[in-house]
């Protein structure tokens, strides 16, 4: 009897062990199939899965090694494909990512590879931060910086270099703001304080509006004064109508920038103004049905009239580029010689003139003689003509002196008649559509205020072209403060991007006109609205000027902007050197190219994250393993990527 329960125990314990081995031979090929479908998590989970089913199957184990070690190799080929591409940041906070994922001793080879990308991308990065300080991008070396330290947290020297390069840059652009401040140029001014407090500066609004105003009072137009003249004295009763309607138009170009102290005078003078209103009647008649008989014939009257046509000029000047030659030469060493030469550029200037051009307008009218009674039915129709035509001259005053001839005519005429029946014909009534006098008058008096924003506009044209030439001056002279006013006062007329001012803003900030301009709107303490990339506004290159401040517009509350590195710095007053940082770049040894910091933080990860997650009462084969360190990867934003076990 006890043989038997023996038996049977043994027969029991045979049958699961074989069914735990089919389990775990299935839970093996089910990883197969994923880690030659490249899922690799997945993979490895599920022979996690088996490894708790049979914790000491060496098999299983080494199944995990082979999907972790296929793991970490695509993980490594995309960070190694970012630094290809230049982008550091990203390279930098894979590789470091990657460098966490446990692997076994045996992959030396391999965790020298991660170890390569980590320190070429730091190495990398760092010197690009550091040429964007030598050529005066603070703004591209802060951000790249801070992408840095947050694609490998804890490592302190990078810390300290970034907040370094941060300190400097915000007193570097306050000390701009203050110099140009003292030199009388406040829109420059103002930027670079918008800048600094970008960057984490604690600069107060009140101080940023304050010379904002500056350069925008003067550049601004004052409420526009508009007299009309009427020469001819027929058109006394219309001038108020003239005069509200130029002022509206007018108030559109001063909306931009807001109110300031330019003059702008405008005066109208009508030498011709037609007004007239007149009726008749005559006798029309329709040829009755199956005769043919032609009552009306027709002809043609010429119109003159204005088209605004647009054309494009070329400014050709000489400028100074840097140019380089790379091409291998025979007998001389390989490698790339740069120089600097002036060449021809052309710069194209879109202009409008107005050009005179004459169009035929079909009419019809009863035809001469008498017509037969017998063949056609006659009625009577009466004939409405309305028009208003002004000629004259516009002239602008104050800081430009510009003419401007005008001819304009607004006409509305219609025909209407009864009904009429009689010999076999019937002809429906017509109702006279006919717009009124004081329609016309608004017409006119419309087209007058066009004509009045048409020669504003072209001394707005004149003014860009002069600030262009003068803008490219300063630049070549090396006039910088100069030459952004300059280009400050061309956005503030409310135009398009011209492609020097685009190429003047990229190269002094490393940024477009756009968001600079933002950046200043963001200090002046308003919302920047967001804005579509395919918007019109944005096709024709506008940009968002930021109008004068009002004295009704209330002081936003300052809030210090939050900043990684070290704290905001004040501006008022002297501005104190920032605190010496021992270490600027981190330093690297030779043997692993990575830094002190570096090696510790990842010495200091958790080895328990890395193994395999067993029950508590099952004790897992041994295995050895690496303990890599852990970043985020940044690519122009601090990362939010989970962490990858």
């Not at 007018?250 to 109110?259: I, M, N, P, Q, S």
């Not at 950046?519 to 004068?548: C, I, W």
């Not at 010496?580 to 190219?593: F, Q």
Request: hydrophobic share 40%.
């Amino acid at each position: 009897m006890r043989h038997t329960r023996h038996t049977g125990i043994a027969s029991l314990f045979f049958a699961l062990t074989l069914l735990s081995g089919c389990a775990v031979q299935k839970l093996l090929n089910q990883g197969d199939k994923l880690l030659q479908e490249r899922e690799y998590l997945k993979a490895i989970d599920t022979y996690s899965e088996a490894l708790r089913i049979s914790p000491e199957n060496s098999t299983v184990h080494e199944h995990i090694k082979v999907a972790r070690r296929e793991h970490v190799r695509s993980k490594l080929a995309e960070a190694e494909a970012a630094l290809a591409a230049g982008e550091l940041a990203k390279a930098l906070g894979d590789a470091t990512r990657v460098r966490r994922m446990p692997l076994d001793l045996e992959d030396v080879e391999l965790v020298r590879r991660i170890d390569g990308v980590i320190a070429k991308a730091a190495a990398t990065a760092e010197e690009r931060v550091n040429g964007y300080v030598a050529k005066g991008h603070f703004l591209l070396a802060v951000d790249l910086s801070q992408q840095i330290v947050a694609a490998s947290p804890g490592v302190a020297t990078r810390e300290a270099w970034a907040a370094e390069v941060r300190s400097k840059a915000i007193l570097h652009y306050v000390a701009l703001a203050k110099s140009m401040r003292s030199e009388g140029h406040h829109g420059s001014a103002a930027i670079q304080l918008a800048v600094a407090k970008r960057l984490g500066g604690e600069v107060a609004v009140p101080d940023v509006r304050e010379l904002w105003n500056r350069f925008a009072e003067p550049t601004c137009f004052a409420a526009p004064h508009v007299e009309v003249l009427d020469r001819s004295g027929k058109a006394q009763e219309l001038r108020a109508k003239i005069q509200t309607t130029a002022i509206a138009e007018l108030e559109k170009v001063r909306a931009a920038c807001g109110d300031g102290t330019r003059e702008l005078g405008v005066r109208i003078e009508l030498s011709k103004v037609d007004v007239g209103d007149m009726s008749t009647t005559r006798r029309a008649a329709k040829a009755l049905p199956g005769v043919e008989v032609e009552t009306e014939e027709v002809y043609f009257i010429e119109e003159p009239y204005t088209e605004v046509e647009t054309y494009t000029e070329y400014d050709v000047h000489m400028e100074k580029r840097e140019l380089r030659d790379c091409a291998p030469r025979p007998g001389k060493e390989r490698g790339c010689s740069t120089w600097v030469e002036e060449v021809e550029v052309k710069t194209p200037i879109i202009k409008t003139r107005d050009v005179q051009k004459v169009r035929q307008i079909r009419k019809t009218r009863p035809k001469d003689g008498p017509l037969p009674e017998d063949n056609v039915l006659t009625y009577t129709v009466t004939s409405v003509t309305r028009h208003v035509t002004y000629e004259g001259v516009v002239t602008l005053s104050g800081e430009v002196d510009k003419t401007r001839t005008f001819s304009i005519t607004r006409e509305s005429a219609d025909e209407s008649n009864e009904a009429v029946a009689g010999k076999g014909l019937s002809i429906p009534a017509d109702s006279l559509v006919v717009k009124s006098m004081g329609d016309l008058v608004a017409e006119a008096a419309e087209a007058l205020a066009e004509e009045v924003r048409l020669a504003v506009a072209e001394s707005v044209r004149e003014w860009i072209a002069r600030y262009e030439e003068q803008a490219r001056s300063r630049v070549l002279a090396g006039q910088m403060p100069q030459a952004e006013e300059l280009y400050l006062k061309e956005l503030a007329l409310g135009v398009g991007q011209s492609q020097p001012l685009s190429e003047f803003f990229a190269d002094r900030y490393g940024r477009s006109v756009t968001e600079v301009i933002d950046m200043l709107g963001v200090a002046l303490g308003r919302e920047v609205s967001k804005r579509n990339q395919g918007d019109a506004e944005a096709a024709a290159g506008l940009v968002h000027f930021p109008s004068r401040a009002t004295a009704e517009e209330a002081i936003a509350e300052d809030a210090p902007q939050a900043t990684t590195g070290t704290g905001p710095i004040p501006i008022r007053g002297a501005v104190a050197a920032p605190p010496p940082v021992s270490t600027a770049t981190a330093k690297k040894p030779a043997d692993s190219g990575m830094s002190d910091d570096e090696l510790k933080a990842l010495e200091d990860a958790s080895l328990d994250a890395l193994k395999p997650v067993v029950p508590k009462s099952v004790t897992p084969a041994p295995a050895t393993t690496t303990t890599p360190s852990e970043p985020t990867s940044p690519a122009g934003k601090m990362s939010t990527e989970p962490k990858e076990d």
